[in-house]
């Protein structure tokens, strides 16, 4: 989460402005629980029934030459079988599928989110819950990781979703951000002011089940120490956001797994080998970098994109229109200006890590202004190209280096033995990555998800039913 917005503010303003949620929040979690129509959507166990997917290029997230005139075979919730048509048995019986040459590609991930904040990255939208979902199911992000949020919310909305009660991708997350005694996002933080507070912090992150742990912009060099060591002690790694000093040498010999975003400085060559050398890993955000620089609000056509016609509400695309029409100040033009410079160093950084061997994963912080829940990984995506990787190299930071970054090994790419969570493009994405948009079909663990159901129009119909996900 980045500490600007594109109106005037200060942090004292920003904590200001995220208030009056915490009130309701005992009061929202009471209400989340779903009914029984409303988890029909939701992917449920796949049966044993095996499914082949005919005449599809495939793209296995590996980084590798896509396949063409391939077969993917699936049973139950597992991929089986993958590769060239001629290399690959149909079993008995299977209910096949023709692609005609459309893309079978691995479900994308966004390792950096927030699933409550507002279009401006400054209120709040915890009501919003289920149109990010939404929103991000039907871009074909089938995985996240939220990197900051209200503990028992965030707790919460993932157990709904691993349950199969809520329709939304699986959810990673990092519980809190864990900040010093004067948090720059009180509700969302737990403020430790001393070493001593750590190790009851981290038996409560414990606890929740956290993937990782946040450290934030306020922790001093010892507690940091601390803390990486009581998460090491629980298996737990630590990521860290400290604004502008990401990157910075010292934070790395605190024992840091990695960054939340990519430096912002241009990383000296000694920088990146100690990088590797430390196996820091980094997650790009390279999106929100574009939206401090107003750069995508300079083109307002990504709103009649499907990914955020269909899923945004109204009044999100007003506040978009008009916070591109806003006449800034002199202040806030100079910041605009040096987010473009920030973006430009955040790409090269992004080449030097990988070229030097460095674990880079995808996200994206939305949601910020131009830098949406769903849509915002696929721009993430066009960005990371724009920045000098091919597309077959985007894809990958976005799938297999998503699973790799979390560690997880049962999804990623589209592999025997893997979740059959994947999704079905009407385009050649490994030649034009913008094509990664044309998203067609999405599964989740071997069931079909029906995409209309996500729609905000269907969602907001008085006599709209959500329809079972489809067996494979």
Sequence with gaps: MRAVSTSPDTPGARRHALQPFVLGIAVFLVGLGMTPDRAASQPQRADATAQAFTNAVLIDGTGAAAVEHATVVVRGDRIVAAGPAASVSIPGGARVTDLRGKVLMPGLADMHVHLMGGWD?????????RRYMSALLYAGVTTVLDTGNVEPFIVQLRAE?????????RIYCVGPLIDGADPAWPPLSRAVASVGQVPDVVRALSRDHVDLIKAYVGLSHPVLERLVEEGRKASLRVIIDQWQRNGSPDLVADGIYGFAHLPTRKLSSTDVELMRDRKVAFISTLAVFESESRRRLANLTFLQDPLVRDTSPPKFLEGLRAEAARKLTSEQAERAQRGVGMLQNAMANARALVQSGVLLTAGTDAPYPGDMQGEGLHRELELLVEAGFTPLEAISIATQNAARFIGANDWGTVQPGKLATVIVVDGRPDR????TRRVVGVYVAGKKIDRESLQ?????DPGFEPISPVDF
Excluded: E
């Design 121 to 129: 990255g400054v209120a709040s939208d915890m009501l919003g819950y």
């Design 161 to 169: 979703v691993a349950a199969g009660r809520l329709p939304g991708p």
């Design 456 to 460: 905000l129009a269907r969602q907001n």
């Design 432 to 435: 034009d990555i913008s094509q």
